[in-house]
């Protein structure tokens, strides 16, 4: 019997499948906790009705889920599908990643890679912010750990280090090139938005920092998610994650408006541009590292 399963091209990620489904588990702790301030890694997960402390049986990744038929098995209170969701997703993401590089270092990283967008994209979906321990943590991580191992693996290190900084400056830059243009349009059209300017201010002056950082419908945060990406991806990554995003943010709009019938998208650009990452990082082309 062809057992295919035991192939070596499917045991990795059938490996990185089982491994994203633990990940998934601790990203959903992840966006929960960190916008709040809180440990990621005490106490243990409780049921957010009735407090009870979840044993670790009760905390397997999607199998306790299903055994429990998505009820707290204290009080009966209904558990969100979005927790076996998004660690089934991670799961997928992380099997399709192994697929796509092998067994590599640099697998490794982009496994890291995803988590992070993945988190980034949950946060900013719930709450309009992108943590700085992701965005600028990211950013650290591409810039100094993502060429070493490129260097590992033979990669000049003028190369990976010059593409890593040069992809963190485009992909930054770029964003908030964007940012700022369409907060200068919107000065001139004389356009509000709900928080910008805040009732009764006026719009922050070339004297002000706000100026420079504070734009409408964007959050700095975007940009600095951006400049990690471009860090991970390299100046032609950056380039191919702008287009990706902005198809990825249309598609999304458009869901979201079908779904909610409302054209006033209320996420920001961060769902939008760690999809685009993640299409570029899958794409079958070997198109960055330029
Ligand atoms: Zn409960």
Request: aromatic content about 12%; hydrophobic content about 55%; proline content about 7%.
């Amino acid at each position: 019997m062809p057992w295919r399963v035991l192939d070596e091209s499917y045991g990795l990620p059938l490996v990185a499948l089982a491994f994203g489904l633990l990940v998934g588990s601790f990203l959903n702790v992840v966006v929960h906790r960190l916008p709040r301030g809180e440990s990621v890694i005490r106490p243990r997960s409780r049921c957010p009705a009735c407090r009870r402390t979840i044993a670790a049986w009760e905390n397997v990744p999607l199998l306790s889920y299903l055994w429990l038929r998505g009820r707290c098995r204290g009080c009966g209170a209904r558990i969100s599908a979005r927790y076996p969701a998004v660690e089934v997703f991670t799961g997928l993401l992380f099997a399709a990643i192994a697929f796509r590089y092998g067994p590599s270092a640099m697998t490794l990283v982009w496994l890291a890679f995803a988590a992070a967008l993945v988190a980034a994209a949950l946060i900013d979906f719930e709450h309009r912010i992108i943590p700085d321990e992701i965005s600028l943590g990211g950013l650290l991580v591409g810039l100094l750990a993502v060429p070493a191992v490129r260097v590992l693996e033979g990669t000049t290190p003028q190369l990976a280090y010059g593409a890593a900084f040069a992809g963190a400056l485009l992909g930054g830059g770029i964003l908030w090139l964007v940012g700022f243009a369409h907060a200068r349009v919107s000065v001139l059209l004389g356009r509000t938005f709900e928080h910008w300017p805040e009732p009764g201010a006026s719009y922050p002056r070339p004297g002000e920092l706000d100026y420079w950082t504070w734009f409408p419908g964007m959050g700095f945060g975007d940009v600095k998610l951006f400049a990690m990406i471009g860090a991970f991806l390299g100046p032609r990554g950056a380039l191919e994650t702008l287009i990706a995003a902005s198809l990825a943010g249309l598609a999304l709009g458009l869901v979201w408006i079908a779904l909610r019938r409302r054209a006033d998208v209320p996420f920001g650009f961060g769902p939008a541009i760690a999809a685009g990452a993640l299409l570029v990082l899958l794409s079958p082309y070997r198109l960055f590292l330029i």
